[in-house]
């Protein structure tokens, strides 16, 4: 099937050897080859029926003159009921497999373009809206379906009744067969004209799209700043204009396959106008048919003109469609910005002693982030990070979690180069808990439970009472099954933020990352979040950044990090001792707080 279509459509149509649309065709249709070999053969006996009724049209004619023969009326009356009967039939199940098929690549398309997104680094997300992410994995997936539907139709139920159909006319009136189907050239120069708009028409309705996801999004998650700064009127006036040119584009496009019908009509309506005046005229050798064969040949004519308008459409509705094929394939064969070893390796089980040896990294190549880094985390113990914000403190973290490889030098632990290391063994040596506790629109036990999803109930509750959790879980409308909203819409932020710890905990990973976990809470919470920190950090290698001073003081080691580079290192007291940066901002935090105190 693949190699027939494959053949009509390049003899046909040569522009279309295009590698996407080869592609699409043959990966899908392997996949899916049950259904749509059900679904051909469906719309084989659907072309064959088709025509059928224009062919017995032949007999039904002769059989009503001639009222007598009772015989043959009846027996012509069971054939035309048995042709709809199988023709409906035939319908049903093209239908129904088409469906099916088409419904299963848009799923696995849509599968595989998450899972694509899923290997991608945290770079490729940084560099790309997720607007277009989200038109990518929608609209595109849609598209491919809707050209492989029409490839299918089109070369196999469409241009098998078409060349059905033009057998019964030829067979019927061979002269006035050669004169209806002159019209075919003419058509397919028109509709060559409209080609060269429609794909430059259906990019920039994508980006329309595109822009209306984006705003939608926007408007979602920032709507607090929308009200605060009064910004409605703006917005709308962004997605009005969207939705404009998406409205402007669709019509654009509705015009060029609208075209296509009334050129099809009137060139038609001319055939069959020639045809009944040479018929009625009696030349060309139409004199001495009879009724039954000239009314087989019209019916078959008629017939005709909606495969061949399906048809004539094709392409038009073929080049709408690429867009979205191309978007889809453009992002499949994107090159992860990360990827796995080809051969990794499990991490050993160790005690979580991390080593930075000679580490730089830079998030554009002209503008390094980390400089040099050689650093010590030692097993067990809590090393904080500070310094003055964009000194690269987060960016050891993101190294730590191999959320981005070193330019050069390495991330060890125990020993063990992390990019050698296979993703899951390494996430699973540690915790995570940020500043912005993102949590899944999902019920607080699904939340906490994703840091072990095997743990039991018991185990979760544990994780809560640790983190001081459970008293305000159990006082929710349906405790630990109460849906926590987009990104805990319906928490506070010490809510959350305990929680995030409570997944932590239940993860019972060696290695502990805090990024800022305390930062943005009122003094009740902080406390609370303390007090659950205290006992998370215990044995465990815990990497903290704070800014706040106050809640590293009591950390194994302090590290001053600045411009990417370690400049001092130590415990609170022999930095203090030291005099030198740290001291600085230990002033800075302390005497300014000394001062408002006092005023």
């Not at 992410?133 to 139920?157: C, E, G, K, N």
Request: proline share 3%; net charge positive.
């Amino acid at each position: 099937m693949q190699s027939f279509i494959q053949a009509k459509l390049e003899s046909t149509f040569p522009a279309l050897k295009d590698k996407l649309l080869w592609r699409l065709m043959r990966t899908n249709l392997y996949e899916q080859r049950r259904l749509y070999t059900i679904s051909v053969l469906a719309m084989v006996i659907v072309a064959a029926m088709t025509s059928s009724v224009a062919w017995i049209m032949r007999y039904i004619v002769d059989a009503m003159t001639i009222p007598d023969n009772r015989g043959t009326v009846f027996m012509v009356a069971l054939a035309v009921a048995g042709i709809f009967t199988v023709k409906g039939l035939a319908t049903y199940v093209q239908i129904v497999s088409l469906t099916r098929a088409g419904n299963r690549i848009v799923a696995t398309q849509q599968i595989r373009l998450y899972d694509k997104l899923l290997r991608q680094g945290v770079s490729f997300f940084n560099l790309t809206e997720s607007s277009d992410l989200l038109m990518r994995v929608t609209q595109s997936a849609q598209s491919a379906r809707m050209i492989i539907d029409l490839l299918v139709t089109s070369f196999v139920r469409d241009l098998l009744t078409l060349i059905g159909l033009i057998f019964v006319m030829f067979y019927q009136q061979p002269v006035l067969s050669a004169v209806a189907l002159l019209v075919g050239p003419t058509a397919i120069f028109g509709i060559r004209v409209l080609l060269r708009k429609v794909r430059r028409i259906m990019e920039m309705e994508m980006a329309s799209l595109a822009e209306i996801i984006k705003v939608i999004q926007e408007t979602s998650t920032g709507i607090r700043i929308i009200k605060a700064f009064a910004l409605e009127e703006r917005m709308a006036s962004r997605m009005t204009r969207a939705v404009r040119e998406v409205e402007k584009r669709s019509n654009a496009i509705s015009r060029l396959e609208a075209i296509t019908s009334p050129l099809m009509d009137t060139l038609s309506g001319f055939a069959i106008a020639a045809v009944v005046a040479l018929s009625a005229a009696q030349i060309f050798g139409v004199q001495g048919t009879t009724p039954g064969q000239l009314m087989s040949f019209v019916t078959a004519l008629l017939m005709a003109y909606e495969p061949a308008k399906r048809l004539s459409r094709m392409r038009i509705t073929l080049e709408a469609n690429m867009v979205g094929v191309t978007m889809m394939f453009t992002l499949l064969d994107q090159p992860e910005t990360l990827a796995e070893h080809p051969d990794p390796v499990a991490m050993p089980k160790g005690p979580g002693r991390i080593v930075f040896d000679g580490a730089s990294f830079g998030y554009a190549s002209d503008r390094p982030v980390i400089r040099d880094l050689s650093l010590v985390f030692e097993a067990g113990k809590t090393t904080a990070l500070v310094g003055t914000s964009g000194g690269g403190k987060s960016t050891i973290l993101n190294l730590i979690l191999r959320l981005y490889d070193p330019s050069e030098g390495t991330v060890m632990i125990d020993g063990q180069d992390i990019r050698m290391a296979s993703f899951a063994t390494l996430r699973d040596r540690i915790s995570f808990v940020g500043q912005d506790t993102f949590l899944f629109s999902a019920s607080v036990s699904d939340n906490i439970r994703l840091g072990s999803p095997s743990a039991s109930e018991d185990e979760v509750i544990a994780a809560c009472k640790a983190a001081n959790a459970h008293e305000f879980i159990e006082h929710l409308p349906r405790g630990y099954h109460t849906q926590v909203g987009e990104n805990g819409a319906f928490l506070s932020g010490g809510q959350k933020q305990r929680l995030a710890i409570a997944r932590a905990i239940l993860r019972n990973a060696p290695i502990l990352l805090l990024d800022e976990a305390t930062s943005a809470l009122d003094s009740r919470s902080e406390a609370l979040v303390q007090e659950a920190l205290q006992r998370l950090t215990r044995g465990r290698t815990t990497v903290v950044i704070a800014h706040r001073l106050s809640t590293v003081l009591g950390a194994d080691k302090i590290c001053v990090i600045e411009a990417g580079r370690l400049v001092e290192e130590g415990s609170a007291a022999a930095l203090l001792a030291r005099g030198g940066v740290f001291r600085s901002l230990y002033d800075q935090q302390f005497g300014a707080a000394e001062a408002r105190n006092s005023a």
